[in-house]
């Protein structure tokens, strides 16, 4: 998966996808302003003027040209809690997100359940003192674990697939 050395080059990549995040007619309607250059490869914070006129932040991710909120729209009043964020997100969490994602839109009821079976239940039962957040098992587990923080909807859609399915056993 592509990393970034700056905004600009996301803004391309998007663009040559056929997306339009980085458009000004889009930026002006949002009242969106990039406010950091690239972190950790392919993650960005952009400020918004809410309805309330007060300047909020939000954490996007660039995966494959397509721009991701990470938490929710306006999540942060400071800059730095958004920073923050993001420096604390698992390392794999892009690559883990773009297969949630992938399975998500175009897989069947099999891929999603092998992504729960990943994220869920093979990492809970890894006693390999290896294991981490930042592997790509930790990565998968902390996507549902934390749905809620993501605030994304495949991933909600898996927390509710997941339940339903530890109901069933």
Not at 86 to 102: K, M, S, T, V
Not at 126 to 145: H, L, Q
Request: proline share 2%.
């Amino acid at each position: 998966m592509k990393t970034y050395e700056n905004v600009h080059e996301i803004a391309r990549h998007n663009r040559e996808k056929g997306h339009y995040f980085f458009e000004k007619g889009a930026m002006n309607f949002f009242n969106s302003k990039i406010e950091s250059d690239v972190i950790k490869g392919r993650y960005f914070i952009t400020s918004e003027i809410s309805s309330c006129d007060k300047k909020r932040y939000s954490v996007r991710l660039c995966l494959n040209g397509k721009i991701e909120t990470i938490g929710k729209f306006h999540s942060f009043d400071f800059y730095a809690d958004a920073e923050s964020f993001i420096n604390e997100l698992p390392e794999q969490l892009p690559f883990a997100l773009n297969d949630a994602i992938n399975a998500y839109n175009g897989g069947d009821d099999n891929e999603r359940n092998e992504f729960i079976t990943h994220a869920l239940i093979e990492p809970c039962n890894n006693t390999d003192s290896s294991f981490s957040i930042d592997s790509y098992c930790g990565a998968c587990t902390y996507i549902i674990r934390n749905y809620d923080k993501l605030d994304m909807p495949y991933i909600k859609y898996y927390e509710e697939l997941y339940n339903e399915r530890m109901i069933e056993e």
